[in-house]
């Protein structure tokens, strides 16, 4: 259900609420909550009435087919099993939440606490990122509020019914809220900056400017905009590289931070001659996705958007525009450099040339704060070698060309696993060593150890540290 | 003696005509001749996208490309020395970066001509009056309405006298709606009176008196009220409704509807689209006025909006000879008023998507 709260103290209670649910939450086995989210994951299996209604919901911003194949990834990724090792993976061990993890000697104890409620300011860009913030609440036993973007399809209050449809035991549903609110009205995003135990932004640059580390009480995670690249080093097969990378381009219409807008070609004999033909091929890659991604038909403001873009670039930056004769469908720039202008939205894409692959950290320089994704096509020999490039240059992510935004967990986001930024971890020290009081009892150690590990219920460390307002 | 091609387009009305006369492809084959050996750049785009042949008929005209307006507004073409510019118009800036149109003294003529002859077809300037420019004098600003109109009206016999009533000061446009009464009011005393300019000027003329208990003040008969650009907010907090200030306009000043015409323009074009008694904006017949779909480059069907694309060949000093707004407008035939000139339907400007979006925004807006 969607809640736009009218005034703060609304909002307020509504953390208040979510933050008593989240202390339930916490006390829920991982495995109780997997299993919940593998239930999750049914209800959106292809054909089912949920699907079929976001497909509807959503094929407009989005081709149809790129709407089907992220419904597909997302029940996929909600399998239990499949959780389940992603969770391992970023957290270390499965039952961080759940127990106190002894060290070898039996004095060192390691146990994960969520944070209390997690604030979600969501971008309206890509209309998974509702799920996936919700998902990375529930797995760190967050209490969660999404506040929605502008732009919100719907999805993100379709995903959250669907969820109180699949918590039977009505332990988890509580404890998620779906909000909207003009973000313009500060008295509101002042709550969510005050209330807030911790706050992951997503999107634009008014959104993190809004919420700055130093005026939240929170933990505070920025996931500002990003510019995403692509690379194409010589070598590689270039019909298949280029078909991939077309995917890419036409699957989130160019206008997630994973989006290849920039495409760097190596160039190796300066000749100019790869470059063009990959901007030539891209362009022919695009009219053949078009079959499986059908761009949506834009409006007169949109093409004339459109027009601009190229346009500008053609005059400005000197760039040869490649498309589809009278269509708008795809846009492909070659520019003899960086342009000053990197479009986003339209299934536009700047082409190149690069004298040198060990360049690339240098011209990326002005944008290294904005780096994230690299899409790399290369032949398996050179892997390596571009990889280090690309690390040189700032990027967190490199996908291999026709997988730029494949997958939702189980890698770093930005750097840093993303559930490892929504726990608390705690570490308990019984003393071993000469540094320790040699006075003390001997077996002490041994008792509270036994203790702790009798006591395998889980609980929060919010509930010791809720706001006085809640 | 020979009549350039380009002048010879301006003789006679231009609303009598259902679209360009024959002078029409001679003008865009002279002009486009003289950008093309002034602008190198501009040659070798036109030789790109429609060839190296010569223009001979419509058809050829209509193949020829179109400067995009915000290219206009973003790249300068750099002018050779053989051009002496005379004058440097510059659009309002409303919409982003202000457009610099250099003229050099011909093709400042060929507009102000235009402007008359438009004017003059449509029945604006008829009779001796006096003029009251609601608009900024031009003394202190090159924005095209200002000096264009006041060209005109200088070079126009019937019009007696030309006050400005607002002007272009250190901290932007000076405006007092107190002494624009004042001058309104001794003006209507002599004679007919032709109030021209922005329309929120006007109306917060209007609302001063107003405010003050005036009711209102009729104007002698023969006045007439011109209002060009400036719908949007002009004075702050001031923006205005075209049918609604008509109305209003014409209550308070006492004149019949009809006598109270807009125009619609901009500074990249030296066609001035006027009102007719009608209300419609017809299209002069030293312009082609088409809708564009700019997807495909093609006109979209009649009535329907389109990107406005403008050929108007009267300007040689700089490559204005066709160009596509950033205005969305219709085109049709068959006014209630008669004329057979093609009547333009503006359907307000495109806006650019602000996508709220995880993709860094190094990208600019259409200007």
Redesign the interface.
Same mark, same amino acid.
């Given at each position: 259900m969607l809640v736009q709260p009218k005034t703060p103290q609304e909002l307020r209670d509504l953390f208040g609420h979510l933050r008593r649910a989240g202390q339930l939450l916490a006390s829920v086995p991982l495995a109780d909550i997997l299993a919940l989210l593998g239930g999750l994951g049914s209800l959106w299996r292809p054909g089912s009435p949920y699907h079929r209604q976001a497909c509807v919901m959503l094929a407009g911003p989005f081709s149809l087919q790129a709407v089907e194949a992220a419904l597909r990834g997302l029940a996929a990724s909600l399998d239990a099993r499949v959780l389940a090792a992603e969770v391992r993976r970023e957290l270390g061990r499965g039952d961080l939440l759940d127990a106190w993890q002894p060290d070898e000697m039996g004095v060192g104890h390691t146990r994960g606490f969520p944070l209390g409620v997690v604030a979600h300011v969501l971008?309206?860009?890509?209309f998974l990122g509702g799920a996936v913030a919700l998902a990375q609440s529930l797995l760190t036993k967050n209490a969660v509020l999404l506040k929605l973007?502008?732009?919100d399809s719907g999805f993100t209050a379709l995903f959250a019914r669907s969820l109180a449809e699949a918590d039977a035991g009505g332990v988890v549903a509580p404890a998620l809220a779906v909000c909207a609110w003009d973000s313009g009205q500060e008295d509101l995003n002042q709550v969510v900056r005050e209330e807030a135990d911790a706050l992951v932004v997503?999107?634009?640059?008014a959104?993190v400017a809004a919420y700055p580390a130093d005026r939240c009480r929170g933990r505070v995670i920025h996931?500002?905009?990003?510019?995403?690249v692509g690379l194409l080093v010589h070598g590689v097969g270039l019909e298949g590289a280029l078909a991939a990378l077309a995917w890419d381009v036409a699957l989130w219409e160019?206008?997630?931070?994973s989006?290849p807008?920039l495409l760097f070609v190596e160039d190796p004999d300066a000749s100019g001659r790869l470059p063009r033909q990959a901007a030539e091929g891209l362009s022919a890659a695009l009219v053949g996705v078009g079959s499986r991604l059908r761009p949506r038909p %834009?409006t007169?403001? +949109?093409?004339?958007?459109? %027009?601009?873009?190229r +346009?500008?670039a053609y005059?400005?930056d000197r760039a040869q525009v490649f498309a589809a004769g009278?269509?708008?469908g795809h846009t492909v720039l070659l520019t003899p450099a960086v342009p000053r202008?990197?479009?986003?939205?339209y299934r536009t894409v700047a082409v190149v040339p690069l004298a040198n692959v060990a360049d690339l950290p240098c011209l990326l320089a002005p944008?290294r704060g904005?780096l994230q994704t690299a899409v790399l096509a290369a032949a398996p020999g050179r892997w390596p070698e571009a990889v280090g490039h690309l690390v040189r240059a700032g990027f967190t992510q490199v996908a291999a060309a026709g997988s730029a935004a494949a997958r939702f967990l189980g890698l770093p986001h930005e750097g840093e696993f993303a559930l490892r930024r929504l726990v608390q971890l705690v570490g308990i020290d019984l003393g071993a060593g000469p540094l320790t009081y040699p006075g003390r009892e001997r077996g002490e150690a041994a008792a509270v150890a036994a203790a702790l590990a009798a006591c395998q219920r889980p609980a929060s460390a919010s509930s010791s540290a809720t706001s006085t307002r809640g | 003696m020979t009549t350039n091609p380009l002048d010879a387009l301006l003789a006679g009305c231009p609303f009598d005509t259902p679209g360009p006369t024959a002078h029409f492809v001679p003008a865009v084959r002279e002009c486009l001749g003289l950008l093309c050996q002034r602008f190198p750049r501009y040659a070798g785009f036109v030789r790109q996208r429609a060839g190296a042949r010569s223009v001979t008929d419509l058809e050829h005209v209509r193949a020829l490309p179109a400067?995009?307006l915000?290219?206009l507004k973003?790249?300068a073409f750099d002018l050779p020395a053989a051009v002496p510019v005379t004058v440097r118009l510059t659009s309002s800036g409303t919409t982003g970066s202000p457009s610099v149109i250099p003229l050099d003294e011909v093709s400042m003529s060929r507009r102000v001509a235009a402007m008359a002859a438009s004017y003059r077809g449509l029945d604006i300037l008829t009779g001796d009056m006096e003029a009251l420019a609601f608009l900024l004098d031009p003394a202190t600003t090159r924005m095209a309405g200002s000096v264009v109109i006041d060209a005109v009206l200088r070079s126009t016999p019937q019009v007696r006298g030309v006050t400005y009533l607002a002007r272009m000061g250190p901290a932007g446009p000076d405006f007092s709606p107190a002494q624009a009464v004042a001058a309104v009011t001794q003006a209507a005393r002599r004679g007919p009176v032709l109030l021209v300019g922005y329309p929120a000027l006007i109306a917060g003329a209007v609302q001063a008196l107003t405010r003050s208990g005036t009711a209102s003040l009729p104007l002698p008969e023969g006045s007439r009220i011109l209002t060009g650009g400036g719908w949007k907010s002009f004075l702050p907090g001031m923006s205005v409704d075209q049918k609604e200030f008509r109305q209003l306009a014409a209550a308070f000043f006492q004149v019949p509807p009809a006598a109270v015409r807009d125009m619609f323009g901009l500074s990249e074009c030296p066609a001035v689209f006027v009102q007719c008694a009608s209300g419609s904006y017809h299209v002069p017949s030293f312009a082609l006025a088409e809708a564009i779909?700019?997807?495909?480059?093609?006109p979209v069907p009649e009535g329907e909006?389109?990107?406005l694309q403008l050929t108007v060949p009267l300007t040689t000093s700089y490559p204005l000879l066709k160009i596509?707004t950033?205005d969305?407008a219709g085109l049709t035939q068959g006014c209630p008023c008669g004329l057979p000139a093609p009547v333009l339907v503006p359907r307000g400007r495109?806006?650019?998507?602000r996508?709220?979006?995880?993709?860094?925004?190094?990208?600019?807006?259409?200007?």
């Open positions: 971008a309206g860009n890509v973007s502008r732009d997503w999107g634009g640059q959104a996931y500002g905009p990003r510019l995403g160019q206008r997630a931070c989006s807008r %834009l007169l403001d +949109e093409k004339s958007e459109v %027009l601009s873009i +346009e500008l005059w400005a009278r269509s708008m202008e990197v479009a986003i939205g944008y904005a | 400067l995009f915000p290219v973003n790249v779909d700019p997807e495909t480059g093609l909006a389109g990107l596509l950033t969305k495109v806006s650019a998507a996508f709220e979006t995880c993709a860094m925004k190094i990208g600019r807006a259409v200007a």
